[in-house]
């Protein structure tokens, strides 16, 4: 296992030390099972390698409000490791006319690079290479795919305060449900723990981007979206906009029981990719996300 995700007992310790954990007892990655692998893939992947898919996805969520908020994305030293080291596509400093949309931006910012740091501290050697990332067609092929703009426009995700949002609006529900996906998959609790850390603030920005979604009157393009996302992840229709029956709020899509639902891996990827099918690349992720769990899973 440990060979499997390139981690070594110095890196397992790094994760400990980055996870404040106290003792550094012998604590290894533990085998995981129903995570919706490739064949490729075929064996259960461990904690490590859970851990550099979130790290792919946060990759994209700090590059995009990096350059939003700051108008430039992550250092260079924050973007090796294993795999294809990629570059990225679009993105500048939004001119945003709303102040209090320009706060949450920057504060999401601070957060979503601060996680790429804490995944690659805790991953040490092991940790993969940002992949490319594009983040002006795929907004395009995103809100040409929900309806939200004709098949001759162009969508800017940077272009004002409420194109930001509405961008936003993409990155964290899928996030959120990533990371609840994942968590049931994880038997190291230090890495369960980490990995909850990271979804509560993920839950924290989706419900701040869902209210301002809301405040705006951009309730009708958010479930546009979340109907996209419903068509790209299979046949179960779990995904909710912020705009709830008889145009009450939805700032809180959960089940009958108040619970919020997940995505495995491979249905992720469906997303990112902007493709329903079974692919390794595509969307968000022209040439595919660096680590073992790459491929999508296709229509269910």
Do not use: C, W
Not at 154 to 173: G, H, M, Q, R, V
Not at 187 to 213: F, M, P, Q, W
């Amino acid at each position: 296992m440990i060979n499997r995700s390139a981690e070594n007992e110095t890196d397992r310790r790094l994760f400990l030390k980055s996870a404040g954990v106290a003792g550094l007892g012998a604590v290894g990655g533990t085998a995981l099972t129903g995570l919706g692998v490739s064949a490729a893939s075929a064996a259960a992947p461990s904690d490590g390698a859970i851990l550099n898919f979130a790290l792919n996805l946060e990759y994209l969520e700090a590059e995009f409000y990096s350059h939003a908020a700051f108008g430039h994305g992550l250092d260079g030293s924050l973007t090796t490791g294993k795999g294809r080291r990629g570059g990225v596509v679009g993105g500048r400093k939004v001119h945003f006319e709303n102040r209090k949309i320009r706060r949450i931006a920057t504060e999401i910012a601070h957060d979503e690079v601060a996680h790429v740091k804490f995944l690659r501290s805790a991953l040490g050697g092991a940790k993969v290479a940002r992949p490319q990332i594009d983040l002006k067609h795929s907004f395009t092929a995103a809100a040409q795919a929900a309806g939200l703009i004709g098949k001759n426009q162009t969508f800017d995700p940077f272009a004002n305060s409420a194109n930001f949002l509405l961008a936003a609006f993409i990155f964290e529900d899928v996030g959120v449900t990533a990371y609840k996906g994942a968590a049931p998959l994880i038997s190291n609790k230090t890495y369960l723990g980490a990995a909850a850390g990271i979804l509560a603030v993920e839950a924290y920005h989706a419900g701040i981007v869902r209210d301002s979604l809301y405040d705006m009157g951009l309730r009708g393009a958010a479930n546009k979206i979340s109907n996209a996302r419903d068509s790209l992840d299979g046949k179960r229709n779990d995904d909710q906009g912020a705009r709830g029956k008889g145009g009450s709020a939805n700032l809180v899509p959960t089940d009958k029981n108040s619970i919020a639902f997940g995505r495995s891996a491979d249905r992720v990827l469906n997303v990112v990719y902007l493709n329903p099918k079974k692919v390794d690349r595509g969307g968000f992720y022209p040439r595919g996300v660096n680590g073992a769990i790459s491929v999508s899973g296709g229509s269910k």
